[in-house]
Structure formats: C-alpha cells, structure tokens
C-alpha cells in the first residue's frame, strides 16, 4: 500500500502498518525532510504524556502562557502546576519518525512526486508507477489524494507564518505569548514561544482580511513582538495553510483514506494539529490494516468524520466567534472578558484541558497503545 506524504502523520500511520505486517511503501517530493517545515512543532502535555517523544528534540516546558490585547498592556495570565507544552525540534523529529518507519519495515522514497491514481496504479512524476492497492493521504491541507479518492476537501483556513531567531540559551523559563490583534492577525492571533534555542515568531488569520500581505503582517509583528527576546536575523521563515474547518464528513473510502492535515485533524479553534495528528494516525492504521486484512467495507466506519465532528462542536462555533474579532476595541473587550472568573476557567479548559481532540487512539497488534519510541 503507498502513503502519500511524509510528515508526522504519514510517517507515524506508516509505522503502525508497517508493525502490523503490511508493506508500505512512503513517497514524499520533498528531498530533505528539513525543507518546508510550516508547523511551529508545539507538543501538548495530552501528546507528551501519551506518546513517548524523544526526549532531546524537545524544549524546556513551558507552563505560563500571556494574552495580550491589542494595546499589549495588562496581558491576561494563566499559569500550570505542570508542563503544559513543549517545543520540539521539527526536523530531528521527522528524521526520527522515518527511522521509525524504516525499522518498522516501511520504505521511504522521498523526491518522488505523487501525480495521481486511479484503478489501484498509483503515478510519479517522472518515475514508473506502482501498484497501490490502497493509497493513504497525508499530503497536506491541499490534498490531492483526497481529490483523486472523492473524499472531502478543506475548504476553510487560516494562513500562517513564522520566523526562527536564535536566542541566548539559560534565560528565563519559557512564556507562550499570545496577542489578540485584528490588525496583525484577523480572525486567529500573534505568537511567540521558545524551545530552549530558538524564539518562535508567528501570525496567522483570514486569508482575505490580510490585505497588507502576510510577510510584511509578519515582519511589522517581529519587530516589537513580546517575548522575543534580543532582535536578531532569523535563520528560517516557515509558512502555509492551516485548516481549521474541522475534521472532514468523508474520510475514507474502499480506495484509501486521509491522516493529518488532508483529513483536516486540527482543531478548530487553537490550531493545533500535533495531538490530532497523532490519535487520528493510530486509528487510520488500525482501521486499514482490518480493512486489507478482511477486504470488509464495512471496518471502514469506523473511521467515520461525521462522527469524529460531533466531538467538539464546542470548538467549531469558538472557531467562528473568533474569526469575528475584526475590530481592535472588541479585542480589547475579549480579552477583558478573560480576567474575570468564569474567563479565567474557559481559557484554561482551552489551553491546559486533559481531553484530547479527538481521543481515538487505536489499539497496537497486541492490544496496548503503541507509543514513539525514542532512538
């Protein structure tokens, strides 16, 4: 079977099928999985405490998140008793999770461009075809697979961008800020947040409403951003659609299926993606697995996003509240909602909540949740 992109969703799907005896085969065009990292690679305590990440690729925790109105005076602030997120290094992590597959007995070929498929021929750009009998999407919040299986499609996003500064190591502990600002980030909000190394410097909103252009948003945010500590020249722009329309109706079909972004697992209100990604990549293995196993169509529901969606409606009608905070004074206003009481506890539930979107893990071949092992 072939597994179209190798994030952390292909890569890890690919693992759990490979451990379970299906041959696998991984293809991505990039040639380096260094290159086209869009994630700020934000680990939730929920991921950490049930996946076992390798423990150098991570930051410091983080346990205090500021947010900021738009005037940035008075931020609100939320503190934990425990970790609540670590900031991992992307790139070590995507070379682990291959090693992983390929232990696993998955084969990865990267700079091969997936172009199509159809009548269980998967094509290449440039290379001969290969039987795929079923084929997994995991190319992105764009995904073409989707499009050549008939699933569903994203339709709904926000767009981001970040920059990378090098910080001084043994400061502080690390803040997650947060800023509420229409003018820089319409409809989502402005970041900053460290892994130990790096400063993390982001923007992200409606696509329509940046009208000024993402990097000039971006740069203009950069520049007096807080948290980011001494202004320095940064060594890496990352960017790109974020779907935040939730979990798609029509996932998977006797062709194949979606995982990660192409199956729109990230939530709809913060964003996140890691968590999602993760669970949801547990499940399709083990859902397609049984499938090739019993030829039943029938396991396929199993893997249903209709349902999956009624487990956070919650979020999806936030999602569309938030994108209404288009004027810097209903900002202000909304971040003065959070400094009292019942803010306070909502904003928590949100940012430091046990409950994971959406919890489906699925069993390893012997029963046990598998986690990621570390090297």
């Known amino acids: 079977m072939l597994v179209v992109g190798a994030g952390l969703a292909g890569l890890h799907t690919a693992r759990r099928l490979a451990l379970r005896g299906v041959r696998v085969l991984v293809v991505d065009r990039r040639t380096s999985l260094s290159a086209g ?15 076992d990440l390798p423990d150098h690729l991570l930051g410091p925790g983080v346990r205090e998140v500021l947010i900021y109105p738009p005037s940035r005076r008075a931020p609100v602030r939320l503190v934990s008793d425990r970790d609540e997120y670590r900031v991992a290094d992307m790139a070590g992590v995507y070379a682990h999770a291959r090693r992983m597959a390929e232990a696993a007995g998955a084969r990865v070929r990267l700079g091969t461009r997936y172009v199509g498929t159809g009548s269980g021929v998967a094509r290449f750009a440039g ?7 079923f084929v997994i999407g995991a190319d992105g919040a ?3 697979v989707a499009r050549d299986l008939g699933l569903d499609v994203n339709r709904r996003f926000i767009v981001g961008a970040e920059l990378v500064h090098p910080i001084a190591a043994g400061g502080s ?17 402005g970041w900053v947040i460290d892994d130990g190394r790096h400063a993390h410097v982001g923007v992200a909103g409606d696509p329509a409403a940046m009208r000024s252009g993402l990097r000039h948003l971006l740069d203009d945010f950069a520049a007096d951003a807080p948290g980011r500590g001494a202004p320095t020249g940064p060594i890496a722009r990352r960017g790109g659609p974020i779907p935040v329309g939730g979990v798609l109706r029509r996932l998977a079909c006797p062709a194949g299926l979606l995982v990660g972004d192409a ?15 993760l669970r949801m990549s547990d ?16 396991v396929l529901r199993r893997y249903d996003g209709a349902a999956l969606r009624a487990r956070f409606r919650g979020r999806l009608l936030l999602r569309r509240a938030f994108a209404g905070i288009r004027s810097p004074l209903v900002a202000e206003a ?20 046990d409950g994971s979107f959406p919890d489906v893990a699925g069993p390893a071949p012997d029963g046990r949740t598998l986690p990621l092992e570390a090297a």
């Open 127 to 133: 290379t001969d075809p290969a039987a795929a009998r």
């Open 173 to 189: 502990a690390p803040v997650f800020h947060c800023v509420l600002d229409p003018r820089v980030a319409p409809g989502y909000l």
């Open 142 to 144: 764009r995904s073409r």
């Open 334 to 353: 909304a971040v003065a909602m959070l400094r009292s009481p019942a803010g306070l506890a909502a904003a928590a539930r949100v940012l430091f909540g």
């Open 263 to 277: 199956a729109g697992a990230v939530s709809p209100l913060t964003a996140g993606g890691l968590d999602p990604c």
């Open 37 to 51: 990292i869009r994630t700020t690679g934000i680990f939730v305590r929920r991921t950490l405490d049930d996946f």
């Open 283 to 298: 499940l399709a293995a083990a859902v397609t697995a049984e499938f090739l196993r019993t030829g039943d169509e029938g």
